[in-house]
DNA sequence: TCCTACCCTGGATAAAGTCCAAGTCCAGTA
DNA sequence: TACTGGACTTGGACTTTATCCAGGGTAGGA
């Protein structure tokens, strides 16, 4: 556990905390100034390989990271400001995928992604 | 409809299609030689503005391209070798999201991406 | 035929992520 | 303390994906 491993960490925690790596890094070079761009992706990859972070792809431009790895959830994202939020469908929607539809696939994982448009944006 | 926009129509056709927009260009310079990446890129934005054609971001790296835009469905794509397959669940994801759980958002649409390893990868 | 509006092209640029060679730090050993 | 090996970090170059822009072409109407 290095310094800037640690100020990786700090930066990623809390809830609905959904960054990009860029942001990451920001966040963390306000910590200590002299981290660099590729130690944030190496440990990014590295706490995604450990499973205490996990990669969203809401946004079809960059990766964010969700440090809330451990309970498993949803995101829904607002159209219009790209806000995150991390939602628990009741349900299990693995379930409803029946087996003419799996097409032999072993399926291990789903992710849901629910769009539309936050309070703000609708009051705006 | 100008013969790069026929072009690249016809290249998106079929079932269980999800080509990027890098393959789209090949696939499209092959039957028209001059086409340039911009317009490829130009008539891709066309073709998901108007409907005709749903962006995928299944993977994390480049969008893919849907051309089964009119038949609502969601995906099932191979951890290994990436192969995605359309697919159908029964029951409406939408309804497992409780008024709780929407944050006052107004929710209009949901995206179901399973993950799995293929028959292929399974056996390999 | 000329004009206008739209479309296409190629190249430059931007954004996000990865790779790599070199340097630094630290624990263990003598 | 001095040395060694290994792991980590750094900065920059590079790749991939996507967008922007200036210039030139083409079709259809006047």
Chains 1, 2 share one sequence.
Not at 48 to 75: C, F, I, Q, W
Not at 115 to 123: K, Q, Y
């Amino acid at each position: 556990m290095t310094a800037q491993r640690r100020v990786v960490a700090e930066v990623l925690d809390g809830d609905h905390v959904h960054l990009t790596a860029d942001e990451v890094h920001a966040r963390a070079v306000a910590k200590l100034p002299e981290i660099s761009r590729a130690t944030v992706y190496n440990t990014l990859g590295e706490l995604v390989s450990l499973g205490e972070v996990m990669e969203v792809a809401t946004d079809k431009r960059a990766k964010r990271y969700d440090p809330n790895a451990h309970r498993p959830h949803h995101h829904l994202v607002c159209a219009q400001c790209g806000a995150i939020r991390d939602v628990h469908p009741s349900g299990n929607p693995l379930a409803d995928l029946p087996d003419s539809e799996r097409f032999g696939f072993s399926v291990s994982a789903v992710e849901v992604t629910y769009r539309g448009v936050c309070p703000n944006c609708a009051a705006a």
